[in-house]
């Protein structure tokens, strides 16, 4: 009995761990943090959903780079990276995602950087574990249907009040 119970309990536990805890990407997966052959980091990022709570991690030879985040997408484009928001250079780097929107990454090897080694990820909030409302109660079959603005249609009307005066009448 005792067993069955840690059992299930072991169960339930490994189960809320994968539907509810936060993924940690690899940055360029095997090949990790470095320039891109024919441009950046889109392909790798673009099947990928970022939540709030997940986690980059950047793996790259930490003597001759870095991971430089800038704060705007201008200074993405054009791999400018001296008033940054931060930087890592260690070489093995885990930057955990805050908070929702845009997330630019660059080196600040400005070589590197134009050749691709560059990321900009969209992080979205987390998802909801409040279940929606429910359906309204009934829908009332007696409503009555109004043409908006009767034989003036939908137009700016020359009185300012029209669809006030309209509406009241109804």
Not at 68 to 77: A, C, D, I, N
Not at 120 to 146: A, L, M, N, W
């Amino acid at each position: 009995m005792a067993t069955t119970r840690m059992f299930c309990f072991v169960l339930v536990m490994i189960l809320m761990g994968i539907c509810c805890s936060a993924k940690i990407y690899k940055v360029g997966d095997s090949e990790g943090w470095r320039a891109k052959k024919g441009g950046t980091y889109y392909e790798w990022t673009k099947r990928k959903e970022f939540q709030v709570g997940d986690s980059l991690m950047f793996e790259y030879d930490g003597n001759a780079n870095d991971v430089t985040q800038v704060s705007s997408r201008l200074e993405y484009q054009f791999c400018n990276s001296h008033s940054p928001k931060a930087v890592y250079n260690k070489g093995h780097d885990v930057v955990t995602l805050t908070e929702p929107g845009y997330h630019f990454f660059i080196t600040s090897n400005h070589s590197q950087c134009v050749a691709g080694q560059k990321l900009v990820v969209f992080v979205v909030h987390e998802h909801p574990t409040i279940p929606p409302p429910p359906p309204p109660r009934k829908i009332h079959p007696f409503g009555k249907d109004y043409k908006v603005g009767d034989s003036n249609e939908w137009k700016v009307p020359e009185e300012s009040d029209f669809y006030s005066k309209w509406s009241e009448e109804k």
